[in-house]
Structures are given as structure tokens and as C-alpha cells.
């Protein structure tokens, strides 16, 4: 099956500890993209990746950092520096960077990241 | 202002009814259009594009109205199933989604 997926389902992190965020796609997709979900918001961009070895900062990209060493991996960390880390994060993926006409972008199960 | 805007809801509507969802955004050079829905605790998921023409998949209509920068989503005979998250998402720039807070449905028997 062709798909995203993401690990773990729910993380918990002690004060001050960094944590990774697992991403997989098997479409085949260049560009991946990380999300924050917060209640009663819409979708924030935390960081994108058009091609391995490239990212680029979203809107919100402070406390956090990532790597695209593979096509089919985006992990994200949350580092310590990010004070509020509580959130759903969602991975998601396009074919190429949206540039095409109604290319959209397909999304994992996403992670529940909750501050102990 | 925000670049998507929806009214968040809830709308809570009977089985059988017909519901609409207006969404409105801020700039007129958005690319393209799409409705997404997203059940509770889940991830969301492509519901439709939407095309200049407007475009039906069933009992879902879905309108743009460039002149006036919004798009609707029209359901009818909603089921208990409807029950979700509807969200309105805009490509802005031709490389950037930007996604609105979302509006809740809720069917009821």
C-alpha cells in the first residue's frame, strides 16, 4: 500500500528534551512538508523539503529543525528551544512543489506531541 | 485579516438536509482551490478540488467565485457520516497551501 506514515502516535516529552518525529512516504513524492495543528486553528508550516538535501522555513519554524537525507524521509525535532511544543503534527507530501494546477498535497496520521 | 477565512461552526443540521460552507481568501492572484475533511483526532483528507466551473462528486457541489475570492461547499441529504471538520484550502503562490481553521459539522438523527 502507497502511503505516509508517522511515528510514533502520541510522544511524550520531558522539559527540556529534543524529540524526533518520524515521516515515510512511498509515493515516490519529491517535496514533503511539516505541520503544527493546534485547537480551533488552522494547519501551520513548520518546514518544507522540494528535493533531497534542500528545506526551507515555514511560518513557524523557531524551536524546531529538519533533515531530507532520503527522498522517502523528513523527520522533524522538536528541540528544546520550542516553550510550546503541545500539538498535532501532521507530515504531508506532493508530487512536485504545488507548482502544478490542482496539485495537492496527501497527509500521514500525524502525531500527538504532549509536554510531561 | 486572514489569507483563509471560514465560519467555524458548528453547523448542526438533521439527516436529509442540505448544508452550505462559505469560505473566503485575501488574495486575488490564489492559484487553485481545494476542500479537505478532517475527522476528530485525524489527519486531513483531499474531499475535493474545486474548478472555476464549480464541480459535483455526488451529493458534494463545489463553487469559486473569483470576483468576489470565495469558494463553497454545498452537501445534501447529509448523512450522520458528514459528521467532520471542513476545511478550505487555497494554494497562494503556486508552491504554498494555506488552510483555513476549519468549519464543524455535526448530522443528527
Known amino acids: 500500500d502507497g502511503g505516509i506514515t508517522q511515528s510514533p502516535k502520541y510522544l511524550f516529552r520531558k522539559e527540556g528534551q529534543n524529540v524526533t518525529l518520524s515521516c515515510e512516504q512511498n509515493?515516490?513524492?519529491?517535496?514533503m512538508y511539516w505541520y503544527r495543528q493546534d485547537p480551533g486553528q488552522g494547519l501551520r508550516l513548520i518546514y518544507y523539503s522540494q528535493i533531497v538535501n534542500d528545506f526551507q522555513k515555514g511560518d513557524i519554524a523557531e524551536g524546531y529543525s529538519v533533515s531530507r537525507e532520503k527522498k522517502e524521509s523528513f523527520p522533524l525535532t522538536v528541540t528544546s528551544a520550542q516553550k510550546n511544543p503541545t500539538a498535532f503534527y501532521l507530515c504531508?507530501?506532493?508530487?512536485?512543489?504545488?507548482?502544478?494546477?490542482?496539485?495537492?498535497?496527501?497527509f500521514g496520521p500525524g502525531t500527538r506531541l504532549l509536554v510531561l | 485579516r486572514k489569507e483563509v477565512e471560514q465560519d467555524p461552526g458548528p453547523f448542526n443540521v438533521p439527516e436529509g438536509a442540505t448544508v452550505a460552507f462559505n469560505c473566503t481568501y485575501s488574495?486575488?492572484?490564489?492559484?487553485?482551490f481545494f476542500w479537505y475533511r478532517q475527522d476528530c483526532r485525524k489527519e486531513p483528507k483531499l474531499l475535493m478540488s474545486v474548478y472555476s466551473s464549480g464541480n459535483e462528486d455526488g451529493r458534494f457541489t463545489a463553487q469559486l467565485n473569483r470576483a468576489s475570492q470565495y469558494i463553497s461547499l454545498l452537501i445534501r441529504d447529509s448523512k450522520l457520516s458528514d459528521s467532520a471538520t471542513y476545511l478550505c484550502v487555497v494554494n497562494l503562490y503556486g508552491n504554498k497551501l494555506v488552510f483555513g481553521a476549519g468549519t464543524i459539522l455535526r448530522v443528527k438523527s
Open positions: 509515493l515516490n513524492h519529491d517535496a
Open positions: 504531508a507530501s506532493s508530487i512536485t512543489r504545488l507548482a502544478l494546477a490542482q496539485e495537492t498535497q496527501y
Open positions: 488574495n486575488s492572484a490564489s492559484q487553485s
